[in-house]
T-cell receptor, first 113, second 111 residues
Framework: DSGVTQTPKHLITATGQRVTLRCSPRSGDLSVYWYQQSLDQGLQFLIQYYNGEERAKGNILERFSAQQFPDLHSELNLSSLELGDSALYFC????????????FGPGTRLTVT | EDQVTQSPEALRLQEGESSSLNCSYTVSGLRGLFWYRQDPGKGPEFLFTLYSAGEEKEKERLKATLTKKESFLHITAPKPEDSATYLCACNYGGSQGNLIFGKGTKLSVKP
């Protein structure tokens, strides 16, 4: 158990809908990262927050957004969902912003039908 | 282009048959190289961090090494429970703290 929690574990929704994925980092970790993992692309970095502020952006679509709250939990919002958004979404946390190992949560499996 | 490449894509071993997985990287200003283990449908599990060439880390049957261009994950006398996908990732000057992952090596160990 990494100490990172994610909810829900599974999510099935229809195209065009909007969903919210939630992540609670390890106790004391200030950084939260979101990754998408699909069969053909591997693990792709989406976005990072550090102590409530956006720190870095990766290949995140404009339909996706995230935020980190004062209690350091984070939410990833996915809207106007398409079939191709079906994937595993992982949250990770680390103590600082750079060069620290990241600890991953169990993931949310999103299926868009 | 900054890249992390892992080989082989898949590896089948007999129990007790030692081998190595490779991770080559072409990034500028490596800050850290990380190895993770991932079981199907689960989140990656952190194994090792290596920061500089020549560094080695060990954990049970696994040993990770780092050179200026690549890292190896040596598996000694593997057991079936070592079967998983092993991921390599880099944090470097241009990555702003996030990790760039290779596509992984899927290891199967048969009894």
């Amino acid at each position: 158990d990494s100490g990172v929690t994610q909810t829900p574990k599974h999510l099935i929704t229809a195209t065009g809908q909007r969903v919210t994925l939630r992540c609670s980092p390890r106790s004391g970790d200030l950084s939260v990262y979101w990754y998408q993992q699909s069969l053909d692309q591997g693990l792709q970095f989406l976005i990072q927050y550090y102590n409530g502020e956006e720190r870095a952006k990766g290949n995140i679509l404009e339909r996706f957004s995230a935020q980190q709250f004062p209690d350091l939990h984070s939410e990833l919002n996915l809207s106007s969902l398409e079939l191709g958004d079906s994937a595993l979404y992982f949250c990770a946390s680390s103590p600082g912003g750079r060069a620290y190992e990241q600890y991953f949560g169990p993931g949310t499996r999103l299926t868009v039908t | 282009e900054d890249q992390v490449t892992q080989s082989p894509e898949a590896l089948r071993l007999q129990e007790g048959e030692s081998s190595s997985l490779n991770c080559s990287y072409t990034v500028s200003g490596l800050r850290g190289l990380f190895w993770y283990r991932q079981d199907p449908g689960k989140g990656p599990e952190f194994l090792f961090t290596l920061y500089s060439a020549g560094e080695e880390k060990e954990k049970e049957r696994l040993k990770a090494t780092l050179t200026k261009k690549e890292s190896f994950l040596h598996i000694t006398a593997p057991k079936p429970e070592d079967s998983a996908t092993y991921l390599c990732a880099c944090n470097y000057g241009g990555s702003q703290g996030n990790l760039i992952f290779g596509k992984g090596t899927k290891l199967s160990v048969k009894p």
